[in-house]
C-alpha cells in the first residue's frame, strides 16, 4: 500500500500539479483552435456563404485578458487565398469593439494586405511571466511575425511586426480599427494626442516628433454610460516610436475610426503598445497614459521581443528525460517514432532560431509548434510509464 501512495504521489508530480510551492506570476493562456463555420446574413457582402475560419489565443495577465483572433472567410474555388471580411487580425477581449474583434490590424506590403495569404501558423505559450501570441505569414513578398506579448500583473500589450523580405519592399503601412466605447453611431468620438483632442469629423495628420500615442474615446459614452441600446466600456490607446514611421493619419469617424500609418520601408522590425481601457473613465485614461507614454515609449525602444522560451529550450535536457521515460514503455513505439522526429527537427530548427539568420522567423514558428506537441504528449508518457511500477 505504501509503495502505492509513492507512485501515484510520483505520478502528480510528473503530471505537474504543485500544491505546495509558491509559482511565480504567469500569463495563462487559452487556445480555441481553428473553428469553422458557415458565413451567412449580417457578415460583408463578399463573405456570405462561404467558410469562416477562426482561431482565438487568450493571454490572461491577472489583471486584463487580452483576446486575439485570426478570422477569414475561405472559398472552395480559390484554393490558397484568404478572405478578410473587415479584417483578419482582431481583439475580441476584453471588449469587440476598441480595438476590433473583426479586426484591428493590417500589415500592407507594397500596397497589398498581408491577410490575403493564409496564415503559416498562431501558436499562444506562456514563458515565464510573460504571455505570447504569434501570427506568422509568408507571403510573396515577405515572411512576416506579428508577435503580441504580455507580462504577469500588467494591463499593456506589447506588439512587434517583423519582416524578412523575399524582394525590395517599396512601402509599408499598418492600418489599426476602432470603435472607442461602443458601437455607435449616435456618439462623439475624440482622438486625443500628447498636445492636442482632436473632435468628431476633424482630420489629422501628426508631427511625429511630438505625437506617438493616441487615445481615442467617446464623450458621451464614457465607461459605465448607458443607453437604451448600448453601455460604454471605456477608451482605448496606441504608442510607437515616432521614429519608425514616416506618416501617421487619420479622420476622427463617427462610427469606427481606421489609423493609417506609413512606416519606414528600408526597416524591418516595427513596435507598438497596445491598451483596452475597459471599465475606466476617460479622465482616468487620460491620466493614467499622460503619466506612463514616455516610459512606456522608452521601454518599447528596447523591450526584447525574442521568447527565450524557445530560443534557450534545453533540447538535450529534453531528449534525456524522454530517453529515460521511454525506456521503460518499450511497447510505445509511436510515441518513441514521433520523439525522434521532433528531435531531429527541433535541432535544425533551434539552430537558425538562435543564429538569427534568414530563415529564423519560420524555424521559431516551427519549433514553437514542435514544442508544443512535445510537451502535450510528456505527462502521458510519464504517466505510463510510472504506471507500470505499480
Known sequence: ?????????????????????????????????VTTSLIGAGAPAHTIGLQRVMHAIVMDTGVRQYG????????????????????YIGMPQPTDCNWYGGGFFDLQINGQTIGSTPIH???????????????????????????????????????????????????LRVVVRCYPSA??????????????DLAQGEKAELDLATESWLLYYDRIFDAGHVS?????????????????????????GGYGIDTAMDLKPELRDFRFVFFDYKGTKNDAAMADLRQRADGLLRELAAFPFTDEGVATWPLAQKQEEIQQALATVPEEKEMAANYAKWSTELEEQLKLVRSGAAGAIMAEANAAKTIREWERGVPELKLKALLREI
Not at 11 to 22: H, I, K, N, Y
Open 68 to 87: 486575439l483572433r485570426y478570422v477569414v472567410a475561405q472559398d472552395d474555388k480559390r484554393p490558397g487565398i484568404a478572405i478578410p471580411g473587415e479584417g
Open 121 to 171: 501558423s498562431l501558436v499562444g505559450r506562456s514563458a515565464g511571466s510573460r504571455g505570447y501570441a504569434d501570427f506568422v505569414f509568408d507571403t510573396s513578398l515577405s515572411v512576416v511575425r506579428i508577435r503580441f506579448v504580455t507580462q504577469a500583473g500588467s494591463d499593456a500589450l506589447y506588439c512587434q511586426a517583423l519582416l524578412e523580405p523575399k524582394m525590395e519592399v517599396k512601402s
Open 228 to 252: 437604451p441600446s448600448r453601455t460604454g466600456v471605456g477608451p482605448c490607446a496606441v504608442l510607437w516610436p515616432g521614429s519608425q514611421a514616416d506618416k501617421v493619419g487619420f479622420t476622427v
Open 1 to 33: 500500500m505504501r509503495r502505492k501512495s509513492m507512485v501515484v504521489l510520483l505520478v502528480l508530480g510528473g503530471l505537474g500539479l504543485r500544491v505546495l510551492a509558491q509559482e511565480p506570476p504567469q500569463v495563462l493562456i487559452s487556445d480555441s483552435g
Open 183 to 196: 458601437f455607435v453611431s449616435d456618439a462623439e468620438r475624440h482622438v486625443l494626442t500628447p498636445t492636442r
